[in-house]
């Protein structure tokens, strides 16, 4: 959270409480693979880096004109390979004995790190094929989109026939 919100600032002039909460929200989401090998001031460091690297990452969004309200890219795809790059980092034996290559800044040879790196190349294609494949048979099936007119209405009226606020 702290490193969102400092580059927020340092980027905008202010920091705000969705920053302070995408931030604590990218934070969580990079020491997720880390939990149980890293300890110490390691999982400041790396909610310190995840937040800096997530905030940055909004800018993917309107470089490549992304429809992504949530953040979800910058929070949790960055922040997912941020935290699972970490491990190859910070991957400590005296946290847990089952730690076979330490991470490198704990004398490792970085081949923790490049098996992650693998790791998580590996898990975005496979997840990138699997979901084009399943909006693929939503889109001949059912259909991925409203229609036009559905979408100006609103989603509310168009497809559920309640409004959420009474105007």
């Known amino acids: 959270m702290l490193g969102w919100l400092v580059v927020e600032r ?14 604590a929200v990218a934070g969580l989401v990079a020491i997720t693979p880390c939990a149980g090998y890293v300890g110490d ?6 909610g310190l880096i995840a937040g800096v690297v997530c905030y940055l990452a909004l800018f993917i969004k309107g470089a490549l004109r992304l429809d992504d309200s949530l953040d979800v890219i910058a929070v949790h795809l960055i922040g997912g390979l941020v935290g699972t790059l970490a491990v190859g980092f910070f991957a400590d034996s005296a946290i847990n004995a089952a730690v076979v290559e330490e991470g490198i800044f704990y004398g490792g040879s970085g081949e923790l790190l490049k098996d992650q790196a693998v790791a998580a190349v590996g898990v975005m294609a ?9 909006a693929f048979a939503i889109e001949h099936t059912v259909g991925l989109r409203v229609t036009v007119d559905d979408e100006l209405t609103g989603l509310d009226q168009s497809q559920h026939a309640e409004s959420a606020y009474q105007v």
């Open 10 to 23: 340092i980027k905008t002039g202010h920091a705000t409480t969705l920053g302070a909460c995408s931030g």
């Open 41 to 46: 001031m390691s999982p400041i460091f790396i």
């Open 126 to 134: 496979f997840s990138g094929i699997v979901t084009y494949l399943i």
